[in-house]
């Protein structure tokens, strides 16, 4: 068990709607990174943000927002879902930007 | 391009002998490389760090090396059991990046330990 939750567990969508996912931090790290993994693919950076700031972006399309809250915990946004984003949404928080990063048990979304 | 690649898609093994997996990166700085463990439907578990200026370390019955030189590392898995059976992951940090937090995945060897 890493501390680190995520929810929901599982979510059916379809195109065109609108998707918050949510993310609590290990408690004592800052940092909050999330990823998006297709089947038999490894996880794909999507963006971290660390003190509430985006540290960083991975090639995603501007409808793929993120937020962090004073108390570290995140929320992952996709708007306008395509059949494409069906897939596993992990969130990792670290102590700091650099550190090793732990990951919760992921969010898997389907979108038909 | 920047690339890192795990050399196998699966890797199958009897019971009580030792599991190699290999990642190879290319156009990569890492500062260090991560091994994680990933089972299915579930989030990686962090197992090993192996910094830039490391050759080797050990966990139990784990074992990395770092070869930045052949811009290779290995991950070793001795006396293998079933339950060692999963997706293992290799993931840098690139030390030259613009991201310097992002994890890099490989896309994972299937290890299958069988009885």
């Known amino acids: 068990e890493t501390g680190v939750t995520q929810s929901p567990t599982h979510l059916i969508k379809t195109r065109g709607q609108q998707v918050t996912l949510r993310c609590s931090s290990q408690s004592g790290h800052n940092t909050v990174s999330w990823y998006q993994q297709a089947l038999g693919q490894g996880p794909q950076f999507i963006f971290q943000?660390?003190?509430?700031?985006?540290?960083g972006r991975g090639n995603f399309p501007p409808r793929f927002s993120g937020l962090q809250f004073p108390n570290y915990s995140s929320e992952l946004n996709v708007n306008a879902l395509e059949l494409d984003d069906s897939a596993l949404y992990l969130c990792a928080s670290s102590f700091q930007i650099a550190d090793t990063q732990y990951f919760g048990p992921g969010t898997r979304l389907t979108v038909l | 391009s920047q690339k890192i690649e795990q050399n196998s898609e699966a890797l199958n093994i009897q019971e009580g002998k030792t599991a190699t997996l290999t990642c190879n990166y290319t156009n990569y700085s890492p500062a260090y490389l991560q091994w994680y463990r990933q089972d299915p439907g579930r989030g990686p578990v962090f197992l090993l760090l192996i910094r830039e200026n490391e050759k080797e370390k050990r966990k139990e019955r784990l074992k990395v090396t770092f070869d930045t030189t052949l811009k290779q590392s290995l991950f070793h898995i001795t006396a293998s059991q079933p339950a060692d059976s999963a997706t293992y992951l290799c993931a840098l940090i690139d030390a030259g990046g613009t991201s310097y937090g992002k994890l890099t995945f490989g896309q994972g060897t299937i290890l299958t330990v069988h009885p």
């Open positions: 943000y660390y003190r509430e700031e985006e540290n």
